[in-house]
């Protein structure tokens, strides 16, 4: 075809008439460069003949600046006519297989480089997608026309140009060095024939990463999974603890596979792409994405666990539909059962999403048939995605990970371990998040409301606000083969099953769950919001002139630009001036003028609304803001007391805040966060001795305003050990001691004026106990009371009045030794 000038004509008269119907693109652009050594001859390889792809592939390659198929290219003596070829050939009109054997192409540039061994070719596969079809289920239409799994014949790839042309998406993928495999100095027959399997391989894992592995039909699914060995085993239960017939317990176990499994369709897929494409251009000013090329990377040879933080709703949809967009199957999503409503449901399921009960206490049979599905799912190699937070954070901060889906992927993972497994944290950022209001009536105290479909209409009612941007980071994923090695080395030597429970595996679930978190947080994006929330909250009156303001911000910038805490964080760009202006722009801030300039504040509603997005970002700043929180009693410490008092409470911030270093690693970190604070003038170092600034210097206020940043959490812990130590041993459960806390902390909210819902919220002093429990600081005797060191007092107060004022100390202590008694006599 392209041998001649006449055909290259004609090629080119076609490849113009085609682009007059189709729209093409190229899937992850940036993988586009390839690495190509441009001295070095290019080839592309094709899975099979197709004009119309090889048009297409001409097309992305003059986008792109790459050299063109089609022209001439030289290796050694040898002058190809051109740069492409076939891996494998088509059938014939008639369903015939020709049978000839490797490439010619294939074969000539091989034996041109056993001839001049100095010589190299690089060979890029290359996949055209017409539709990019997640091969899956029954749509007859989808079936004729979408790409897929099957062979294809001639009259079919017509009607798919014509019909799915529109959507024509390239994939490009690892360039292949034919030179290193002639060097292996094997036979031409066997280097050709060893090219062709690695090609054949690239392009299987190349296709399954973009239009997801060959699922059969959903019925079949279904069935298949009452003949599973968990399933045949609890059906078996079922019936001897039911009084049931086989019959009876095998269509019950067929109920619950149908409630759970997903009805994955590309139409679907399709129909929720355009719309939610109106959606995100509608309701936000756009979606910055980062780090995905390490996803794509890992996508085609495993299976991908996607473990997003979850912040509103839209996450699944936002996460799913960015994979799409990029040249990534879609996961299977775990949705809460709350969430199959009429319509809403449907279109959900056929969506990805799988549906899952709340819980699975006390029934077997539907966890078996869970289980069984997951493992499915897992063992085909198709993605997934669970948030390892359970339900939606309302307070913005990371919440305990629940680790029920994780401790069912690691038994599947253990029961077949031939796919390897890859976590994939995804954190999602938003500058406004859709389900605002109703997050700010929860944080005031109302009762969750239950989702309705009446809800959509809401979203249609805030169209009216301006949301900003939304961020998502794909962290650094988590190689569960890996993972294992390190927490439990010899797990591969074990003999492992479908009932294989060993007694490690609880141990592991949980540091997995911590594990995830800590990722998730790492991949924090830093936004305008987050900034300016953190930097108005930590005033007294929630206010602060604008220049002051931006001074803060500028601050925060620079610190964040020294030391960064993961390479997955991101920053906003701009200055403090820049962020101002954009908050402002979104009507998250107040400000009033006079002679002197603006003042900007948070008036009450957005004071409380402002702390889910400041907890957004609150562990980015735990560690300076502990540094700066020192120096708020005291003008002067030396380095080692520094790393003493923050060696004592950094495990109990790392548990609350899943902060990212080890013990081992705190040294360095604090140094280079002490280093910062001298840099920019919030201390000064002399001989290892680290003062502050004087009280009435600008710079002293800064530092004053970094340390506010935690003390609200170190003031958790205090009324904590108060309340324990005002007890005495042997006299409170953890459950009571989590109570009283509670209530302390809910009437010092009161006498202090904080505005901070989250500040008694109950999961934090629940997790509090159990760190000082997994420390050893506390012990349950054999009544389940709590007994403590009695150098617990001394760590307390040594702590305390180097971080808090000696006002809310005194105050923390008179409601610790005087709950019982009336408000008044507390104040007073």
């Known amino acids: 075809m392209t041998r001649s000038p006449l055909r290259r004509l004609i090629f080119s008269i076609l490849r113009r008439a085609l682009y007059l119907w189709v729209r093409s693109e190229t899937i992850n652009q940036s993988s586009t460069s390839l690495n190509l050594d441009r001295s070095r001859p290019v080839f592309y390889v094709l899975p099979s003949p197709a004009l119309t792809d090889l048009a297409v592939l001409d097309h992305e390659c003059t986008k792109a600046g790459l050299p063109r198929p089609v022209l001439p290219v030289d290796v050694g003596t040898l002058r190809e006519p051109a740069a492409f070829f076939y891996l494998t050939p088509d059938p014939d009109w008639l369903g015939r297989h020709d049978k000839r054997g490797a490439p010619p192409t294939l074969e000539r540039v091989i034996e041109a480089l056993g001839e001049h061994a100095e010589e190299d070719a690089q060979v890029i596969p290359v996949s055209v997608f017409w539709g990019q079809s997640p091969e899956s289920e029954s749509s007859p239409w989808r079936l004729l026309f979408a790409d897929s799994w099957a062979v294809t014949g001639r009259l079919r790839r017509l009607l798919t140009v014509l019909i799915l042309g529109r959507k024509t998406r390239v994939q490009f993928s690892t360039p292949l060095s034919l030179g290193e495999l002639v ?31 060959d699922l059969s039909h959903r019925r079949n699914l279904v069935k298949g999974l009452v003949h599973g060995p968990l399933v045949r085993q609890a059906i078996d239960d079922e019936m001897q603890r039911q009084h049931i017939s086989q019959a009876k317990a ?100 056929r969506g990805g999403a799988f549906f899952m009960r709340r819980t699975f206490k006390g029934n077997p049979l539907y966890t078996a048939v869970f289980n069984e599905y997951l493992h499915t799912l897992f063992s085909k190699g198709f993605p997934v995605e669970y948030f390892v937070e359970g339900g939606r954070s309302r307070t913005g901060r990371m919440l305990q990970p629940r680790t029920g889906m994780l401790a069912i992927t690691l038994r599947s993972f253990l029961r077949s371990s031939r796919t390897p497994i890859a976590f994939v944290p995804v954190y999602i950022g938003y500058e406004r998040v859709l389900e605002g209001r109703t997050y700010l009536g929860e944080l005031r105290g109302a009762s969750k409301k239950k989702e309705s479909i ?22 650094e994923p988590i190689r569960l083969g890996a993972f294992l090695d390190e927490r439990q080395p010899g797990w591969r030597e074990q003999v492992h099953g479908p009932d294989f429970r060993p007694a490690w595996l609880s141990r592991a679930t949980t540091e997995l769950g911590a594990t995830v978190a800590r990722r998730l947080n790492e991949a924090a994006a830093i936004n305008p919001v987050n900034l300016v929330a953190l930097a108005l909250l930590s005033t007294s009156r929630l206010a602060l002139d604008e220049q002051a303001l931006v001074r803060v911000l ?67 700043f ?5 540094l700066a929180s020192f120096f708020l009693s005291s003008s002067r410490m030396s380095r080692e007391l520094l790393g003493q008092y923050v060696r004592a409470l950094y495990p109990y911030l790392q548990a609350e805040l899943f902060l990212r270093w080890t013990p081992e690693e705190l040294d360095e970190v604090i140094d280079q966060w002490l280093a910062a604070l001298v840099e920019q003038g919030l201390l000064r170092c002399e001989r290892n001795i680290y003062l502050r600034p004087a009280p009435s210097s600008r710079a002293f206020v800064l530092l004053t305003l970094l340390a506010r940043t935690i003390t609200q959490t170190l003031q958790r812990f205090y009324m904590a050990t108060s309340l324990l130590l005002s007890s005495g041993k042997h006299s409170l459960s953890a459950e009571g001691l989590e109570n009283l806390c509670v209530t302390m902390a809910q009437r010092l909210s009161i006498l202090h004026g904080l505005n901070a819902p989250e500040f008694f919220d109950k999961s934090l002093f ?7 429990l997994d420390q050893g600081v506390l012990r349950v005797d054999e009544h389940g009371t709590l007994d403590y060191s009695d150098r617990l007092g001394e760590l307390a107060e040594g702590v305390a009045k180097r971080v808090l004022s000696a006002e809310l100390r005194l105050s923390i202590r008179q409601v610790a030794l005087h709950r019982d008694e009336p408000a008044d006599v507390v104040q007073g």
Request: charged share 20%; net charge positive; hydrophobic share 45%.
């Open 183 to 213: 060097r292996h100095n094997k036979s031409p027959e066997r280097t050709v024939r060893m090219a062709q399997r690695l090609l054949r391989v690239r392009f299987r894992n190349l296709k399954s990463a973009v239009i997801g592995p």
């Open 250 to 349: 095998e269509a019950q176990a067929l109920r619950y596979a149908n409630e759970i499994a997903s009805d994955y369709t590309y139409t679907a897929i399709r129909f929720l792409e355009v719309v939610l494409s109106w959606f995100w251009h509608k309701i936000y000013d756009g979606i910055k994405v980062n780090h995905i090329e390490q996803v794509q990377a890992i996508a085609p040879d495993h299976e991908v666990v996607y473990v997003p933080c979850h912040r509103s709703h839209i996450d699944y949809l936002l996460l799913s539909y960015l994979l799409f967009r990029n040249g990534l199957t879609p996961p299977h999503v775990a949705a809460g059962i709350n969430l199959n409503m009429p319509v809403i449901g449907g279109l959900l399921r």
């Open 454 to 475: 009446f809800d959509l209409f809401k979203v249609f009612g805030a169209l009216r606000q301006r949301f900003g941007q939304v961020y998502v980071n794909f962290g």
């Open 766 to 772: 629940r997790h509090f106990i159990q760190t000082l």
């Open 554 to 620: 500028d601050l925060y910038l620079a610190l964040l630009r020294q030391v960064p805490y993961s390479a997955h964080t991101t920053l906003p760009e701009g200055d403090g001036q820049h962020l101002i202006e954009h908050v402002r722009a979104m009507d998250l801030l107040a400000e009033q003028k006079d002679a002197l300039g603006r003042i900007l504040y948070l008036d009450e509603t957005n004071a409380v609304l402002m702390t889910y997005y400041r907890n957004n970002v609150l562990h980015i």
């Open 622 to 626: 735990a560690l300076p803001a502990l």
